[in-house]
């Protein structure tokens, strides 16, 4: 029965990495910006969370969106004043800034909050659900539960409204797009200011399971490429199956080569994934 406990355990982390990765492949795939502050966002997420916790003790699941919203706000800023003026140029100049932004991002939480590691810890603690000998946190069920919730929100905002029409007229020709109407700069503004906020909430989410730090920023955008690179670019399932099969993958490769070998296989699949199969497994021009 081990294999099912670790398999349940993966699932339960895949809906939360699918959310840490979705803004990140909403903004990469559709803005054709490879966002590096993404991971520090995600800790910023975690540290408001844990503060309004702290202080207030709103629960992370419901301060979520709340922290998300903070993120998104500092996304459109910093798009609007830093990224604007170079889009459409090659992207490695939109990589070096958003690395120039995220190191600015991480020395100020390090130097606000510094590098210790902090975890909200739940009171009363949630407690297990118990499936004959399968166990399962609550506090991760909610946390998945949430994230994909979120996700799911976002995908219809970009299937179904004005908004995510525009976001991916912009994306297919920016040029045919403006001369339809839309404000070419306010929907890349907004754009990568809904990519900030799934950002932030996953973070928020992040910190009632894990212990956050600006250190581990990193490794939070580390999962977000691969969970991008296996799910496929462009494609909001793709994101859900992604997160899942990392989810999965890391839970059985922890079992097998030891958890501090988590990351080091996600990269290997990254690896291997750019070679076999680059577009991944539901990936599709646009954004689906």
């Given at each position: 029965m081990l294999w099912i406990q670790v398999l349940v355990n993966g699932l339960a982390l895949g809906g939360l990495y699918a959310c840490i990765a979705a803004g990140f492949s909403l903004v990469w795939g559709v803005l054709n910006i490879i966002n590096i502050l993404h991971g520090s966002l995600i800790v910023l997420g975690g540290y408001l969370a844990f503060f309004a916790y702290h202080y207030w003790g709103v629960s992370p699941f419901l301060?979520?969106?709340?922290?998300?919203?903070?993120?998104?706000a500092l996304g459109y800023a910093l798009q609007r004043v830093a990224i604007n003026p170079v889009m459409g140029r090659p992207v490695l100049i939109t990589l070096v800034l958003t690395f120039g932004l995220n190191l600015v991002l991480d020395n100020a939480m390090l130097a606000a909050f510094k590098a210790d590691y902090r975890k909200i810890n739940l009171q009363p603690p949630p407690g297990v659900l118990e499936f004959g000998s399968i166990i399962l946190p609550v506090d991760r069920v909610y946390a998945a539960g949430v994230g994909l919730l979120l996700v799911g929100a976002l995908w219809l905002v970009?299937?179904?409204t004005q908004?995510?029409?525009?976001?991916?007229?912009?994306r297919m020709d920016?040029?045919?797009?403006?001369?339809?109407?839309?404000?070419?700069?306010?929907?890349?503004?907004l754009?990568?200011?809904?990519?900030?906020?799934?950002?932030?909430s996953a973070g928020a989410l992040l910190a009632a399971i894990l212990p956050v730090s600006p250190v581990s920023s990193g490794g939070y955008l580390g999962?977000?490429?691969?969970?991008?690179?296996?799910?496929?670019?462009?494609s909001m399932p793709g994101v859900v199956v992604g997160g899942f099969a990392l989810g999965v993958i890391e839970s059985f490769g922890?079992?097998?080569?030891?958890?501090?070998?988590?990351?080091?296989?996600?990269?290997l699949l990254l690896i291997v994934l750019l070679i076999?199969?680059?577009t991944g497994l539901l990936g599709r021009r646009g954004f689906n």
């Amino acid at each position: 029965m081990l294999w099912i406990q670790v398999l349940v355990n993966g699932l339960a982390l895949g809906g939360l990495y699918a959310c840490i990765a979705a803004g990140f492949s909403l903004v990469w795939g559709v803005l054709n910006i490879i966002n590096i502050l993404h991971g520090s966002l995600i800790v910023l997420g975690g540290y408001l969370a844990f503060f309004a916790y702290h202080y207030w003790g709103v629960s992370p699941f419901l301060f979520a969106p709340v922290a998300g919203l903070v993120t998104f706000a500092l996304g459109y800023a910093l798009q609007r004043v830093a990224i604007n003026p170079v889009m459409g140029r090659p992207v490695l100049i939109t990589l070096v800034l958003t690395f120039g932004l995220n190191l600015v991002l991480d020395n100020a939480m390090l130097a606000a909050f510094k590098a210790d590691y902090r975890k909200i810890n739940l009171q009363p603690p949630p407690g297990v659900l118990e499936f004959g000998s399968i166990i399962l946190p609550v506090d991760r069920v909610y946390a998945a539960g949430v994230g994909l919730l979120l996700v799911g929100a976002l995908w219809l905002v970009l299937r179904f409204t004005q908004l995510g029409r525009a976001i991916i007229a912009v994306r297919m020709d920016r040029d045919a797009a403006a001369l339809m109407g839309i404000n070419v700069r306010a929907t890349y503004a907004l754009a990568f200011a809904l990519g900030t906020f799934m950002a932030g909430s996953a973070g928020a989410l992040l910190a009632a399971i894990l212990p956050v730090s600006p250190v581990s920023s990193g490794g939070y955008l580390g999962k977000a490429f691969v969970i991008c690179v296996l799910g496929g670019l462009g494609s909001m399932p793709g994101v859900v199956v992604g997160g899942f099969a990392l989810g999965v993958i890391e839970s059985f490769g922890a079992l097998a080569l030891g958890p501090e070998n988590a990351l080091t296989i996600s990269f290997l699949l990254l690896i291997v994934l750019l070679i076999v199969r680059p577009t991944g497994l539901l990936g599709r021009r646009g954004f689906n």
